[in-house]
């Protein structure tokens, strides 16, 4: 009898726990992708990416002679539907860890069994499920430290190899051609800007890995802050989809750790902050719509003037650092680390708008996008989140660009107005934008939105005003 291996968030071959268990009877492997509610609700880049990723994914199980199948419509009908079409006996995937998804998969189970369908999940997104890492009083740990603590010793299993064989069915099942799925319909700047940004599909993730073992683990500690040099691994794009798995990194962390990379515990430290993220959405789902801490719910965030919002949207705040990092993720679909704090700092402390507003344009430009980091850095960063940042500890993004990038190349590299001679990445910012924003290299460049003095100002004495 044939098995379903149902894909989502796990698009590789290698170290594929759900792909594994479905090629371990020796039967006829049918892999499936489903574009369902959770795929319609992406934003526009991350939905064009995954497009990419699903592409890859297919030619590279057609390499191995056998093929993706693409079905549309709620998880819960099409899954028994293909068990019944193609006498199906088993059911494999990966789990998620988002509300949604938990609810979903779950009832998907309950049913399949109930027809006497086996329905197993598997972990291949994280690197210890989030019941499995317990505070020495038994809830889940609220603090990153302690928790790096807990499981940095932990054993992590090896990544285990691609199935040798990946059995093809005597005859597939039908399947939607990926084109008509139009995953890249919002993104207009998609193919000819941010696609050469992208590091597609499981072999260039593993490139990726490969080249940042051998060179860049190094100076990753110090590099990690500078947002002009290309000092941290970029894989968070391949994690997001499953090009590559956690284990696969961890694996390549400790190496680089036993060889004597100096950067290499800090970069293990670093998967660790991703899966403290999951385990709090895990914990405490609330944190992906809500303050984390219901005290701050009094705090007087606002929805922001629209012409504001879109300014900052636009990178045209006047405030270099935050103008540079909002324009490198329109362009690219990423943002540095330390520019992604920069820019929600000045978000939600100098121009006082919730938090919220700004989550929701990451989950509508980045092409790395993850529900758990990226709510966690958000409410990290505003302080209303766990283990944040406090409150008055506002960002400064002008001291910050002149202590992580004191040769001025990010702002360079980003920002065309007032240059003679524009570097492309500068330029490609308007050759990415919509024309109705009306924007181009030669116009001058804004004045501050909200001075920095004057912003620090009035957010620390919201803080000092509140009742919380
Ligand atoms: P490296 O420095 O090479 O780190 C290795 C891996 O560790 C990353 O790929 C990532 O998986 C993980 N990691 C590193 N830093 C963090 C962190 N602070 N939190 C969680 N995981 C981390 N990350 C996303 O993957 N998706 C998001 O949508 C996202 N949104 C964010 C929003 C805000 C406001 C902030 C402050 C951070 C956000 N992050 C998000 C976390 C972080 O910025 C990125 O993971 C990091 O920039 C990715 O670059 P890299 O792969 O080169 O990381």
Same mark, same amino acid.
């Given at each position: 009898?044939?098995? @379903?291996?149902?894909?989502?968030?796990?698009?590789?071959?290698?170290?594929?726990?759900?792909?594994?268990?479905?090629?371990?009877?020796?039967?006829?492997?049918?892999?499936? $992708?489903? =574009?369902?509610?959770?795929?319609?609700?992406?934003?526009?880049?991350?939905?064009?990416?995954?497009?990419?990723?699903?592409?890859?994914?297919?030619?590279?199980?057609?390499?191995?002679?056998?093929?993706? @199948?693409?079905?549309?419509?709620?998880?819960?009908?099409?899954?028994?539907?293909?068990?019944?079409?193609?006498?199906?006996?088993?059911?494999?995937?990966?789990?998620?860890?988002?509300?949604?998804?938990?609810?979903?998969?779950?009832?998907?189970?309950?049913?399949?069994?109930?027809?006497?369908?086996?329905?197993?999940?598997?972990?291949?997104?994280?690197?210890?499920?989030?019941?499995?890492?317990?505070?020495?009083?038994?809830?889940?740990?609220?603090?990153?430290?302690?928790?790096?603590?807990?499981?940095?010793?932990?054993?992590?299993?090896?990544?285990?190899?691609?199935?040798?064989?990946?059995?093809?069915?005597?005859?597939?099942?039908?399947?939607?051609?990926?084109?008509?799925?139009?995953?890249?319909?919002?993104?207009?700047?998609?193919?000819?800007?941010?696609?050469?940004?992208?590091?597609?599909?499981?072999?260039?993730?593993?490139?990726?890995?490969?080249?940042?073992?051998?060179?860049? @683990?190094?100076?990753?500690?110090?590099?990690?802050?500078?947002?002009?040099?290309?000092?941290?691994?970029?894989?968070?794009?391949?994690?997001?989809?499953?090009?590559?798995?956690?284990?696969?990194?961890?694996?390549?962390?400790?190496?680089?750790? =036993?060889?004597?990379?100096?950067?290499?515990?800090?970069?293990?430290?670093?998967?660790? !902050?991703?899966?403290?993220?999951?385990?709090?959405?895990? =914990?405490?789902?609330?944190?992906?719509?809500?303050?984390?801490?219901?005290? !701050?719910?009094?705090?007087?965030?606002?929805?922001?003037?629209?012409?504001?919002?879109?300014?900052?949207?636009?990178?045209?705040?006047?405030?270099?650092?935050?103008?540079?990092?909002?324009?490198?993720?329109?362009?690219?679909?990423?943002?540095?680390?330390?520019?992604?704090?920069?820019?929600?700092?000045?978000?939600?402390? =100098?121009?006082?708008?919730?938090?919220?507003?700004?989550?929701?344009? $990451?989950?509508?430009?980045?092409?790395?996008?993850?529900?758990?980091?990226?709510?966690?850095?958000?409410? !990290?960063?505003?302080?209303?989140?766990?283990?944040?940042?406090?409150?008055?500890?506002?960002?400064?993004?002008?001291?910050?660009?002149?202590?992580?990038?004191?040769?001025?190349?990010?702002?360079?590299?980003?920002?065309?107005?007032?240059?003679?001679?524009?570097?492309?990445?500068?330029?490609?910012?308007?050759?990415?934008?919509?024309?109705?924003?009306?924007?181009?290299?030669?116009?001058?460049?804004?004045?501050?939105?909200?001075?920095?003095?004057?912003?620090?100002?009035?957010?620390?004495?919201?803080?000092?005003?509140?009742?919380?």
């Amino acid at each position: 009898t044939p098995v @379903i291996a149902w894909l989502r968030r796990d698009l590789r071959l290698t170290d594929n726990p759900a792909l594994r268990a479905a090629c371990a009877g020796g039967g006829p492997v049918i892999p499936v $992708f489903i =574009h369902d509610d959770s795929v319609a609700a992406l934003g526009a880049a991350a939905k064009w990416r995954l497009g990419l990723s699903v592409a890859a994914l297919a030619r590279d199980l057609e390499a191995r002679g056998s093929r993706l @199948i693409l079905r549309r419509g709620d998880a819960r009908d099409v899954i028994p539907a293909l068990v019944a079409e193609t006498g199906a006996g088993a059911v494999h995937w990966s789990r998620l860890y988002d509300p949604d998804a938990i609810a979903r998969d779950g009832a998907i189970k309950a049913a399949l069994k109930e027809g006497g369908i086996v329905a197993e999940s598997h972990n291949a997104h994280l690197l210890f499920e989030p019941w499995t890492v317990e505070t020495g009083s038994g809830g889940f740990y609220k603090v990153y430290s302690p928790m790096w603590r807990a499981v940095k010793d932990r054993e992590v299993p090896e990544p285990a190899p691609a199935p040798a064989r990946i059995p093809a069915p005597e005859a597939w099942p039908a399947s939607d051609a990926l084109e008509d799925w139009r995953m890249g319909a919002a993104m207009d700047r998609g193919a000819a800007v941010c696609l050469p940004h992208q590091c597609v599909g499981e072999q260039a993730a593993q490139g990726r890995l490969g080249a940042f073992m051998a060179g860049t @683990i190094d100076g990753y500690r110090d590099a990690r802050n500078n947002p002009a040099v290309a000092g941290t691994s970029n894989l968070s794009e391949n994690l997001t989809y499953g090009e590559i798995s956690p284990r696969q990194c961890w694996h390549a962390g400790l190496r680089a750790l =036993h060889e004597g990379k100096r950067g290499a515990e800090h970069w293990l430290r670093e998967l660790v !902050w991703r899966e403290f993220a999951y385990h709090l959405m895990y =914990h405490t789902p609330e944190i992906l719509t809500r303050n984390w801490r219901a005290g !701050w719910d009094a705090f007087p965030w606002t929805e922001g003037c629209a012409a504001d919002v879109l300014r900052w949207k636009q990178g045209r705040t006047g405030i270099p650092f935050v103008d540079a990092a909002m324009r490198e993720m329109y362009v690219t679909g990423r943002m540095h680390n330390r520019a992604r704090m920069n820019v929600a700092s000045y978000l939600t402390k =100098h121009m006082m708008v919730h938090w919220r507003v700004g989550m929701d344009w $990451f989950a509508e430009c980045l092409t790395d996008w993850d529900p758990a980091s990226n709510a966690m850095g958000w409410q !990290w960063t505003a302080g209303c989140g766990p283990d944040a940042a406090p409150y008055f500890r506002v960002f400064n993004p002008e001291t910050q660009l002149a202590k992580f990038d004191p040769e001025g190349g990010y702002a360079r590299a980003w920002i065309a107005e007032a240059q003679a001679r524009p570097p492309q990445t500068a330029l490609s910012y308007f050759e990415a934008v919509p024309r109705r924003w009306g924007l181009s290299p030669g116009d001058p460049y804004p004045a501050p939105l909200v001075g920095l003095a004057e912003g620090r100002k009035r957010a620390l004495a919201a803080y000092e005003a509140r009742e919380f």
